[in-house]
């Protein structure tokens, strides 16, 4: 291996308190730390973690295609690890989980002979399921995310969760988003062909604050357009019903028609099947 390493990390959600102890540990040891958070309280955390930390927040330039700040960034990491420095790089949340830079500078640092690995941290998602009550066991999920889900032709399912991620930046290409509410109305239209005008949605942001709780705003998709919309907002879709049932494929695996629970997971999570 060559001298130099790359540890890749993430932050969580709540400074100080999401990230892990290994996580936190690499920051403290590092040659070097650079890091990318959402709130300036995690960036004076990991300050003093690590004196040497530096932000990367200067390559979010006003009117800079977003596909740029990403190279640059993963640029301005692989040149660290090749002078030889230790370098732990901190993102907010997981650092691999709708995250490009973590993954391509550790997969470029791979290939250059370097040492690279990546550490998980909370995510958005995972503070949603708590946040909101949810298991996404009870009826499987589906996380796209908000531009993708739009302009590629992906199945999914109706009968499933859907969490559709960074809906605050759809379909932005530069740096700052401008919040444009008739893309998001674009968003409500396509759901509301699937779901229906009615149907119940969420907007969800996570508290960076340890004792804050979640914004949450609740309404029909054909009021999606109105909800306040921020760069860490979340869209989450319930099921729209229960999904279909294989009876014959039941039988073939030895369980009743129905599960004692009515959830689609109960089998799963193992729920005593006694009804038949």
């Known amino acids: 291996m060559r001298a130099g390493s790359l540890t890749v990390v993430g932050t969580g959600i709540c400074a100080g308190l999401d990230i892990t102890l290994e996580s936190k540990t690499c920051i403290e040891r590092a040659d070097q730390v650079l890091y990318l958070v959402a709130d300036t309280l995690t960036g004076a955390w990991i300050e003093q973690l690590n004196p040497r930390a530096q932000s990367l927040a200067s390559f979010y330039q006003l009117g800079r295609p977003r596909y740029e700040i990403y190279a640059a960034i993963i640029e301005k990491v692989l040149s660290r690890v090749r002078n030889g420095a230790d370098l732990c790089v901190a993102f907010y949340g997981h650092p691999g989980f709708y995250a490009v830079a973590g993954h391509e500078a550790v997969r470029l640092a791979r290939l250059e002979g370097f040492e690279a690995r990546m550490l998980p941290g909370i995510s958005c998602e995972d503070r949603l399921f708590a946040d909101l009550g949810i298991d996404p066991g009870a009826s499987g999920c589906q996380t796209y995310e908000a531009t993708a889900f739009l302009i590629y032709q992906f199945r999914f399912d109706t009968s499933a969760a859907l969490v559709l991620l960074q809906i605050g930046v ?76 294989d009876i014959h494929m039941a039988h073939q695996l030895g369980l009743p028609a129905t599960p004692a629970s009515d959830e689609p997971g109960a089998w799963a999570r193992g729920t005593p099947a006694t009804r038949t």
Do not use: C, M
């Open 170 to 245: 759809l379909g932005e290409a530069v740096w700052p988003p401008a919040g444009d509410v008739g893309r998001l109305d674009i968003l409500s239209r396509y759901l509301q062909r699937h779901y229906g005008q009615s149907h119940e949605v969420i907007v969800y942001e996570a508290s960076p604050a340890a004792d804050g709780a979640a914004e949450l705003q609740q309404g029909s998709l054909a009021n999606l357009a109105r909800a306040r919309i921020s760069v860490s907002s979340t869209l989450f879709v319930p099921p729209k019903g229960p999904p279909s049932l």
